[in-house]
């Protein structure tokens, strides 16, 4: 994986380099907005590591250039806690934000969880629903909602997955509890319910009024988007 890192200061760059490297990252390094932005065309890199405030151009002006033409990730970094300038560089699309001093420790395992995730979301074997905003990765067994992760139980995600892979059958208990092999229930098959009243509480705006996962009265379940 190749890490640009842009920092004005030498001794910040070489120490974030010393990190990566002990990590098996290339590491490609700039000292200036410009420079950087020349870097990021030749080396086109898995992941950018991005200080705010550079000598010549900002590095939100660099982030706005790079985001014209690329989703590579950014973590930005920034000397002054200011919520305004972290504010307006997560809505130019970057991804997280560290601020100095930092631990490089902690940089690297933000690095590593961003590209991860968007290991995941790039993965083509996918269910995806509502134009994308909920996300099923049957191999990982992984959910996102709006691009967060959420902390599916097993049983949950299997429910799901049924429901997802088959948006036009509506499932009795019955059969979800047979999708769902090794289900504990206390056999009533209506303890399917209480996984379904949990599973909303994860993914729906407002369990109450259900938008994924709709009862069909007297029948059992169905899924509520269309792929």
Same mark, same amino acid.
């Given at each position: 994986?190749?890490?640009?890192?842009?920092? !004005?200061?030498?001794?910040?760059?070489?120490?974030?380099?010393?990190?990566?490297? /002990?990590?098996?990252? #290339?590491?490609?390094?700039?000292?200036?907005? #410009?420079? /950087?932005?020349?870097?990021?065309?030749? @080396?086109?890199?898995?992941?950018?590591?991005?200080?705010?405030?550079?000598?010549?151009?900002?590095?939100?002006?660099?982030?706005?250039?790079?985001?014209?033409? %690329?989703?590579?990730?950014?973590?930005? =970094?920034?000397?002054?806690?200011?919520?305004?300038?972290?504010?307006?560089? =997560?809505?130019?699309?970057?991804? !997280?934000?560290?601020?100095?001093?930092?631990?490089?420790?902690?940089?690297? /395992?933000?690095?590593?969880?961003?590209?991860?995730?968007?290991?995941?979301?790039?993965?083509?074997?996918?269910? #995806?629903?509502?134009?994308?905003?909920? =996300?099923?990765?049957?191999?990982?067994?992984?959910?996102?909602?709006?691009?967060?992760?959420?902390?599916?139980?097993?049983?949950?995600?299997?429910?799901?997955?049924?429901? @997802? %892979?088959?948006?036009?059958?509506?499932? #009795?208990?019955?059969?979800?509890?047979?999708? @769902?092999?090794?289900?504990?229930?206390?056999?009533?098959?209506?303890?399917?319910? %209480?996984?379904?009243?949990?599973?909303?509480?994860?993914?729906?705006? !407002?369990?109450?009024?259900?938008?994924?996962?709709?009862?069909?009265?007297?029948?059992?379940?169905?899924?509520?988007?269309?792929?």
């Amino acid at each position: 994986m190749k890490i640009l890192i842009v920092d !004005d200061e030498a001794k910040i760059l070489e120490i974030i380099d010393a990190y990566l490297v /002990a990590n098996k990252f #290339s590491v490609f390094k700039a000292l200036n907005g #410009s420079t /950087a932005l020349e870097k990021f065309e030749k @080396v086109n890199p898995d992941l950018i590591v991005l200080d705010l405030m550079l000598p010549d151009t900002d590095g939100l002006t660099v982030c706005r250039k790079i985001r014209e033409s %690329s989703n590579v990730p950014i973590i930005m =970094l920034t000397a002054k806690s200011d919520e305004e300038d972290i504010l307006t560089g =997560l809505k130019l699309g970057a991804d !997280d934000y560290m601020v100095k001093p930092f631990s490089p420790k902690e940089l690297v /395992a933000r690095i590593q969880t961003v590209l991860r995730r968007t290991e995941t979301l790039a993965n083509p074997n996918k269910l #995806s629903a509502n134009n994308g905003k909920l =996300l099923i990765y049957p191999e990982s067994r992984q959910v996102f909602l709006h691009q967060i992760e959420l902390n599916l139980t097993t049983t949950e995600f299997d429910i799901l997955h049924a429901l @997802v %892979s088959t948006p036009n059958k509506v499932f #009795s208990r019955g059969d979800l509890i047979e999708k @769902v092999k090794g289900i504990e229930f206390d056999g009533l098959d209506r303890s399917i319910d %209480s996984h379904i009243k949990n599973l909303r509480h994860k993914i729906e705006a !407002d369990p109450k009024s259900p938008n994924y996962i709709l009862t069909v009265h007297g029948t059992g379940y169905r899924f509520g988007y269309l792929q």
